[in-house]
């Protein structure tokens, strides 16, 4: 038997190959990378069902903080949001998971490796250029791509296995992680409808309005309402008190990898959060050029993550600067959750630039005379003055 490493999630897709490469008399070894969007709980029922479905061994991988370390904290120190909007909860984790399985196939020998991608995602090239990267002497297998399966499909064919999922559960692709939840349903599959109350994580909802100060030492969350704790407790402790507001929840479209437009829900509670207030706290302390220059170095970084360019050295020379840049990013930001929204009030900092020691922003100055003003003035409009005077 061919010993087949498969990266392994207990969803659908994965349900599916796992039971459908047992069948194909392959030795199949499920993998779960955990980037936080597993408790105990979940991975011991994951544990279970693989088992069911007939694998050789199950593993789980906790690869939280490596996802921390490698990925997240450069979204933070860049601010990255896709189109805006999008803070790439799904593609950064799926770098974090792709190298883990790739590792962990060579070391237990492995001659194959699988994943549960469609043919139309991005994740196929995501697993694939890594897999290609540090595995290429071992054969890729995706069962989902490559018989062009359905959802339904998967599903008849776990039932003919003694595996009953039902419909109303597997109708939704949803995709966890410490940074966010993706949710991929008919819904997304049109440009019009919403995403339905369901398909999001049940809470209860609170509906007084309530203020939170996230602390930043060097760019990174280091507590919240003065409460310190480190970056990755930090995020679950924001995710549960945001999601209770209904903050973070938003619909993305973009440009994928394979050249279509795509359209897909999230909830992002956290990360919606510290990437506004750390952006804030930013134009506070950073210089002007370093803004604009950062704005567009970190779009570079976040397209390249999403585009799975993540083991290309120049990832590695953008992080650099990112890091450089949080040197002076420290201080408290204020902020004021409502139901379904929320708004940056203000920042505080020992590097704050807005220092009144020099000048009030349209009130006065202590820099610079009347008559020093007017002379900048003018020459700063004699370019101006130039091509009008040519011109006419």
Not at 143 to 172: C, F, M, V
Not at 284 to 295: A, E, F, G, I, N
Not at 315 to 329: I, P, Y
Not at 355 to 380: C, D, P, Q, R, V
């Amino acid at each position: 038997m061919k010993k087949i490493v498969l990266a392994y999630s207990g969803g659908l897709d994965t349900s599916y190959c796992a039971a459908y490469l047992s069948n194909q008399q392959y030795e199949v070894h499920a993998v779960c990378v955990n980037t936080g969007g597993f408790d105990t709980q979940e991975l011991a029922h994951n544990e279970k069902t693989a088992k069911q479905l007939g694998v050789k061994s199950y593993t789980t991988i906790e690869a939280t903080e490596d996802y921390y370390q490698q990925v997240i904290k450069y979204l933070i120190f860049g601010n990255v949001l896709k189109n805006n909007c999008y803070p790439l909860s799904v593609s950064s984790e799926r770098i974090v998971q792709a190298i883990a399985i790739a590792n962990f196939a060579k070391k237990i020998g492995a001659s194959h490796l699988a994943h549960g991608s469609t043919g139309a995602g991005n994740d196929q090239v995501r697993f694939d250029m890594i897999f290609q990267t540090l595995a290429p002497e071992l054969t890729i297998i995706t069962p989902i791509r490559d018989l062009q399966l359905t959802r339904q499909e998967e599903i008849d064919y776990l039932k003919k296995q003694g595996i009953h999922l039902s419909w109303n559960k597997a109708q939704y692709s949803i995709n966890k992680g410490l940074w966010g939840t993706s949710i991929g349903g008919k819904e997304t599959l049109n440009s019009r409808d919403p995403l339905p109350e369901e398909a999001y994580t049940p809470v209860s909802y609170e509906h007084k309005k309530t203020t939170v100060t996230l602390s930043f030492e060097n760019g990174e969350l280091s507590a919240i309402d003065q409460v310190r704790g480190n970056s990755i407790d930090n995020i679950k402790k924001l995710n549960s008190l945001a999601l209770s507001y209904g903050i973070g929840r938003d619909i993305h479209v973009g440009d994928t990898i394979v050249g279509l437009k795509g359209r897909v829900g999230f909830e992002a509670p956290a990360a919606v959060l510290i990437i506004r207030a750390h952006h804030q706290l930013e134009k506070h302390v950073l210089s002007k050029w370093q803004l604009q220059h950062k704005d567009q170095l970190a779009n570079y970084y976040g397209m390249h993550l999403h585009e799975g360019d993540y083991l290309d050295p120049v990832m590695r020379d953008l992080e650099a600067f990112l890091t450089h840049s949080q040197q002076r990013v420290t201080g408290e930001v204020y902020l004021e959750l409502h139901p379904y929204r929320f708004t940056v009030n203000g920042i505080s900092s020992p590097f704050d630039l807005m220092n009144s020691k020099y000048g009030i922003y349209g009130e006065m100055n202590t820099l610079w005379t009347a008559e020093e003003a007017k002379g900048f003035i003018k020459i700063n409009a004699n370019q101006h003055k130039i091509h009008q005077q040519v011109k006419q």
